[in-house]
């Protein structure tokens, strides 16, 4: 099995930061994408950002240019750095991977962690 641990979340002003981070473990054999996703209240979840084991990122249009998802594969830890918060950034966090430990590749959730962003 694969546990994932998310860290970081909390209340911050607009035009804040936050740094979320995401550690996975168990009998992992090999990670595929590591990501970001978010829930707000009354939505759907939406991808925030994934990036590949071999270092490409992907990112919503909404955070381009403002969120950055930085990795550190040695200690299977990915995390989120969230620049220039806006209210609209408000909602639940999920950490995501894509990972093997047998024969298979699957999807993993971390807990979810809130990022408040006040006007």
């Known amino acids: 099995q694969v546990q994932l641990v998310e860290s970081g979340g909390g209340l911050v002003q607009a035009g804040g930061s936050l740094r979320l981070s995401c550690a996975a473990s168990?009998?992992?054999?090999?990670?595929?994408?590591m990501g970001w996703y978010r829930q707000a209240p009354g939505k759907q979840r939406e991808l925030v950002a994934t990036?590949?084991?071999?270092?490409?990122?992907n990112y919503a249009d909404s955070v381009k240019d403002r969120f950055t998802i930085p990795r550190d594969s040695a200690k299977r830890t990915w995390y989120l750095q969230m620049n220039s918060l806006k209210p609209e950034d408000t909602a639940v966090y999920y950490c995501?991977?894509?990972?093997?430990?047998?024969?298979?590749?699957?999807?993993?959730w971390g807990q979810g962690t809130q990022v408040t962003v006040s006007s």
């Open positions: 995501n991977t894509r990972a093997r430990t047998g024969s298979w590749y699957m999807n993993y």
């Open positions: 168990g009998s992992i054999s090999s990670i595929d994408t």
């Open positions: 990036i590949t084991s071999s270092g490409s990122a």
